[in-house]
């Protein structure tokens, strides 16, 4: 199949474009980098040069391509992690959530794409009641923190146009919290880094539950989700969501750093802030049932406890 990926010299990139050239789809990739470009097709991935921004650009790129479906992975989030900016962080990958899919889905359109796959996020997004482990249909929070607003918007947004564009298949996937080569949880990776200077404690009880996914099976999913599933949202995560408390001190223990410390409530707020409290003390992860059954895919890495000690580099 002819597959357009926006956002592929990314982190999930990197694991992205080589399954889909073994699965023998013909891959283009956009970027905005001559030097990018040469790379991608030393790699056997076309690529077009253009600056996702530029809608008449984007267009005709798409159109150019001309692909049956169409991966949405950019982002750009280099250097994120202050929960008090964290609307002046996700600005860029905010439009490219909303603007930059929606121009996707209008060249799309006019060519007959059949199928578009964009990026979500599973986590903090969903409402911090109720169990650890989200289902799709569950609510997303009617309430975030000041700060968290307009990425929840921008989220909402992207998944509205999911469930509402007949005119292609359109399938958003939350991805749980990224790890592996390339990323803050990879090795030399901005959390691994703080871990190892016992920079990142266990706040207020660590009580927040994440959900992981290894680069390799997010991957994987997306690949499946090219020709299985029908449209709609998918929760991309392992077998297990885990509080703070449990899988930060492993991972202090898989990059050999000494446990982290454990930080009051109190001084939480005044070290992260009252925006990232809830981060750490109250969000859920969710729940992959849908993924396996409907995607037919199953991570590699069911558990971030394996991915830790194994899948960093
Ligand atoms: N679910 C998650 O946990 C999640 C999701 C996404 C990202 N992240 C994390 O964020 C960090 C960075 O991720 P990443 O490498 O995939 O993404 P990134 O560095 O944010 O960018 C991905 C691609 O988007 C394009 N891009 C970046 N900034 C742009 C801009 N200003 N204008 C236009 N295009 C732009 C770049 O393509 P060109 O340079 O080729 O044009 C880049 O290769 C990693 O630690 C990753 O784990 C986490």
């Given at each position: ?13 990197k694991f992205l474009l080589p399954l889909l050239v073994e699965n023998r789809h013909e891959v283009v ?148 919290m990224f790890y592996g080569p390339g990323t803050a949880i990879g090795k030399g990776g901005e959390m ?87 981060i750490m003390t109250q969000v859920r992860g969710g729940s992959n049932a849908k993924a396996k059954r ?20």
């Amino acid at each position: 199949m002819k597959v357009l990926v926006t956002g592929g010299t990314g982190a999930i990139g990197k694991f992205l474009l080589p399954l889909l050239v073994e699965n023998r789809h013909e891959v283009v990739a956009l970027t905005r980098s001559a030097s990018k470009a040469g790379q991608l097709e030393e790699s056997g991935v076309s690529a077009i040069i253009v600056d996702p921004l530029d809608k008449p650009g984007l267009v005709a790129a798409v159109r150019r391509a001309e692909p049956e479906a169409i991966i949405h992975q950019l982002s750009a989030l280099t250097g994120a992690g202050n929960f008090r900016k964290f609307d002046q962080e996700f600005a860029l990958t905010n439009r490219f959530r909303t603007e930059v899919t929606d121009t996707l889905l209008a060249a799309g359109r006019t060519i007959g794409t059949r199928r578009l796959i964009a990026q979500s996020y599973c986590g903090w997004p969903y409402a911090h009641k109720g169990g650890p482990a989200k289902t799709e249909d569950d609510p997303l929070d009617p309430k975030p923190p000041e700060s968290f607003t307009k990425t929840l918007a921008a989220i909402r947004y992207l998944e509205d146009k999911v469930r509402s564009t007949t005119f292609l298949e359109v399938l958003a996937l939350r991805y749980g919290m990224f790890y592996g080569p390339g990323t803050a949880i990879g090795k030399g990776g901005e959390m691994v880094r703080m871990v190892k200077k016992r920079r990142f404690p266990v706040f207020g009880g660590g009580g927040g539950v994440w959900s992981f996914i290894h680069l390799l099976d997010a991957a994987r999913a997306t690949v499946a989700a090219i020709s299985r599933g029908a449209p709609g949202i998918y929760n991309i995560v392992d077998d297990e969501p885990a509080k703070v408390a449990t899988w930060l001190p492993a991972l202090a223990k898989a990059v050999e750093a000494k446990p982290p410390y454990k930080i009051p409530y109190w001084l939480g707020e005044i070290m992260i802030g009252k925006e990232g409290m809830p981060i750490m003390t109250q969000v859920r992860g969710g729940s992959n049932a849908k993924a396996k059954r409907e995607l037919n895919w199953t991570p590699v890495y069911p558990s971030w406890r394996i991915g830790f000690v194994d899948g960093l580099e």
